[in-house]
């Protein structure tokens, strides 16, 4: 695939006072989020109705970008000192390129890691290590056929995924030509006033070595379980103390099993297995926060299986993330008084994982997120596309990516690991009893 860049700028936002506000102040969540752009793609065929060429389209959508920058200023931003970000006008680095060759001939190789990564303004999932990298990036890429990809690196200091799809909701209400406004923008500080920043965070705060720093080469695939596969799995989750797991939990604990057997099949040693998940507070809280509270409002639910045996029972994995998600932290006085504790608690993990003593998995769901509706005047996505590890990227640590698929309460799973325990997965019949590679692209719609 041949993609050539056109053009390359710093799209700034609409309002020229956003100089005059104080600087944004992050939370304590935010100081402890990991520092890296999470991507996502969306592709749009070219509506066969619209006169909107694709040069048209981008000066469109570029001008819709500096309206919602604007709102969302903080994106626009950059980071100072890991506590507040400041110089709103600094922009966002928006990139055109051409694409040689048919949307439909790219989106038929569902498995070309490397290729989607090329859609992108940065590479994904590595640790930053420039404290002065821009809060977001933006990259459209027009395909010789006029469908285009629009890709989206969001650094994960102010973005999780729900901040990332109420900006998107926003950017494209403002390029189909509403006002995009959301109510009470007063509320874009609320993160810090629950959780507020600590000024010298104590050297155990950093868990980098648990996210990253894992050198072994790496190897995504994408998988989808229908709506068959997984009211089986529901199924065979229950137990005595599982008796109504919900479709997620079931998911989550029967990929995580598999991870585990994965891991197993190439250290050839029973150890601990860690499953990190992030948990959105913002319904949690009291008062409750709007979805369109931007900031790293969630929680860590983390999940600890010590093996006794070679048999690894699913419900009692299911139990086990029941009980994590459950007791996540939400409450603001808990987190800050039990902050030393929980920091105390992630480096020992860290330690854990980095000494090889414990295998550690994260799972993220974008199923309540991106919802496939940002439509930007062309019409919704054809596909909304999570890019993930690729060859050059040995930092990250196995990793589970959830979210939706076309097909009716079908579910779509992207997965890193190593390639040994790839290899493993590929030819583990019990998982591919539920699930196998498949295209989630429908390209009859392209």
């Given at each position: 695939m041949e993609v050539h860049i056109t053009s390359k700028q710093l799209v700034k936002p609409s309002s020229s006072k956003l100089h005059l506000l104080e600087p944004f102040k992050l939370s304590l969540l935010d100081q402890l989020a990991p520092r890296k752009y999470t991507p996502g793609v969306f592709f749009y065929a070219k509506p066969s109705d619209s006169d909107i060429d694709s040069s048209q389209f981008s000066e469109q959508l570029k001008q819709s970008l500096s309206k919602a920058l604007a709102q969302f200023y903080p994106a626009s931003g950059r980071l100072k000192k890991n506590l507040f970000i400041t110089d709103f006008d600094e922009g966002v680095p928006y990139v055109e390129t051409r694409v040689k060759g048919?949307?439909?001939?790219?989106?038929?190789?569902?498995?070309?890691?490397e290729a989607m990564n090329r859609l992108l303004p940065c590479r994904p999932f590595c640790y930053i290590e420039d404290s002065t990298a821009p809060q977001l990036a933006v990259q459209l890429n027009i395909?010789?056929?006029?469908?285009?990809?629009?890709?989206?690196?969001?650094?994960?200091?102010?973005?999780?995924?729900?901040?990332?799809?109420?900006?998107?909701?926003?950017?494209?209400?403002?390029?189909?030509?509403?006002?995009?406004?959301?109510?009470?923008?007063?509320?874009?500080g609320a993160s810090s006033r629950f959780f507020p920043p600590i000024e010298s965070m104590p050297d155990n705060a950093d868990v980098k070595s648990l996210f990253f720093n894992d050198v072994r080469r790496k190897i995504t695939r994408t998988y989808v379980f229908d709506a068959n596969a997984i009211?089986?799995?529901?199924?065979?989750?229950k137990g005595k103390s599982l008796e109504h797991p919900s479709r997620v939990l079931a998911l989550s604990a029967f990929l995580w099993k598999h991870g585990i057997q994965a891991s197993r099949s190439v250290s050839a040693t029973l150890k601990p297995a860690i499953l990190c998940q992030p948990v959105n507070i913002r319904p949690r809280l009291k008062p409750q926060l709007p979805i369109y509270s931007i900031g790293n409002l969630y929680s860590m639910a983390i999940s600890m299986y010590s093996p006794v045996g070679e048999d690894i029972d699913l419900s009692e994995l299911g139990v086990l993330v029941r009980e994590a998600t459950q007791s996540a932290p939400n409450d603001p006085q808990v987190v800050l008084q039990g902050f030393k504790t929980m920091t105390d608690g992630l480096s020992h993990l860290a330690e854990m994982v980095s000494k090889g003593d414990a295998?550690?998995?994260?799972?993220?769901?974008?199923l309540n997120t991106l919802d496939a509706d940002e439509d930007f005047g062309w019409g919704k996505p054809t596909l909304i596309s999570t890019p993930a590890v690729d060859s050059r990227n040995r930092e990250l640590r196995n990793w589970f990516y959830l979210k939706k698929a076309k097909q009716h309460k079908a579910i779509e799973v992207w997965i890193t690991l190593s390639d040994k325990e790839m290899d493993f997965l590929e030819h583990d019949p019990e998982f591919l009893a539920f699930t196998s590679p498949k295209s989630c692209f429908d390209k009859s719609k392209i």
């Open positions: 048919r949307l439909s001939d790219f989106i038929g190789q569902t498995q070309n890691i395909f010789d056929c006029g469908g285009i990809a629009l890709a989206l690196c969001a650094f994960h200091k102010v973005f999780d995924g729900t901040t990332v799809s109420a900006f998107m909701n926003s950017w494209a209400a403002f390029s189909r030509g509403s006002n995009g406004e959301i109510p009470n923008p007063g509320l874009l009211s089986t799995l529901k199924m065979k989750a295998d550690f998995f994260i799972l993220s769901s974008l």
